[in-house]
């Protein structure tokens, strides 16, 4: 297969876990080559995503690294196997790497799940709210630039709009919900968004109140993607230095008890409709 210069995210993923199945069996990269017949510099060009990898190979692999997890190598079978050329395709050279990654991850995420603290989350934003945020964010933008940002963010909503969406479930704190991001009439018809989506079956809003006691995690948020099995679950955070994918096991197993706590001390999503109606009339 022939050398990639800029690998995604997903087949860095599929690299990576390929290799943490070697380190878990104790094999050196030398040794896993000979059982594929191929060169170290190969092995290591699969590892890093730099070449591609086939089926035969990935079982290959898993059979010689004893890996019993049949649900698992399947699932990394289909990361090595798939073509997908989507819509964000379009966008690349046009805008942040990061932004296309998750753009992929997301549309093969099994459900999704949201905690924001200062911004509506992106996949509830109405055009005004995104178009006045990005403009804000980067002032030196052109229109033309803005507005490409702005339609890539509409376009991923449809994993929670077409006909087939992933379930996806939200914690927003009442910040979010009162900083206006745009004009009165731009605020009040994005929370009308939220309100709109949240009666969809598949999609769960829960409010953090200002009024919480003992409240300390107002820097939990996070986008969570499930994977085709839990070992492929993906967390995404911005900082102050990019965007971060973390795959780590036991950072997993952290930001899935996290998101289940904010959940626990968030309002019930009846609740939160009502929360979220009042403080439209305020507005």
């Not at 699969?46 to 004893?66: D, P």
């Not at 006045?132 to 002032?139: C, D, K």
């Not at 929670?160 to 009442?174: A, F, K, L, S």
């Not at 995404?236 to 706590?261: C, E, M, N, Y």
Request: proline share 5%.
């Amino acid at each position: 297969m022939p050398a990639r210069r800029h690998p995604t995210a997903r087949q860095v993923r599929l690299g990576a876990e390929l290799r943490k199945l070697r380190e878990a069996a104790g094999l050196k990269a030398t040794e896993a080559a000979s059982l594929l017949g191929v060169s170290s510099v190969q092995m290591s060009q699969i590892e890093s995503a730099i070449s591609g990898v086939s089926e035969q190979r990935v079982r290959r692999l898993a059979a010689n690294y004893a890996c019993s997890d049949t649900e698992l190598i399947d699932a990394l079978v289909t990361m090595a196997t798939d073509r997908t050329r989507g819509w964000w395709e379009k966008y690349r050279g046009h805008l942040p790497t990061p932004f296309l990654d998750l753009s992929e991850l997301e549309h093969h995420a099994r459900y999704r799940w949201d905690v924001d603290f200062l911004h509506i989350p992106g996949l509830l934003q109405t055009e005004d709210y995104s178009r006045a945020l990005f403009a804000y964010v980067n002032p030196e933008f052109p229109e033309e630039e803005v507005e490409r940002w702005v339609q890539h963010r509409m376009k991923r909503r449809v994993i929670i709009e077409r006909p087939d969406p992933i379930p996806y479930e939200t914690v927003i704190h009442e910040a979010a919900l009162r900083i206006r991001v745009g004009d009165r009439a731009a605020v009040l018809a994005q929370l009308a968004r939220v309100l709109d989506l949240s009666e969809a079956d598949h999609i769960t809003v829960r409010v953090i109140p200002f009024t919480l006691d003992d409240f300390a995690g107002a820097g939990s948020a996070m986008v969570y993607a499930g994977g085709q099995v839990p070992h492929l679950d993906t967390v995404v955070r911005d900082g102050p230095h990019g965007t971060a994918f973390i795959d780590a096991q036991a950072q997993l197993s952290r930001f899935r008890t996290l998101f289940r706590r904010l959940e626990a001390v968030s309002l019930e999503p009846d609740r939160s409709r009502d929360f979220i109606h009042r403080l439209a009339k305020e507005l």
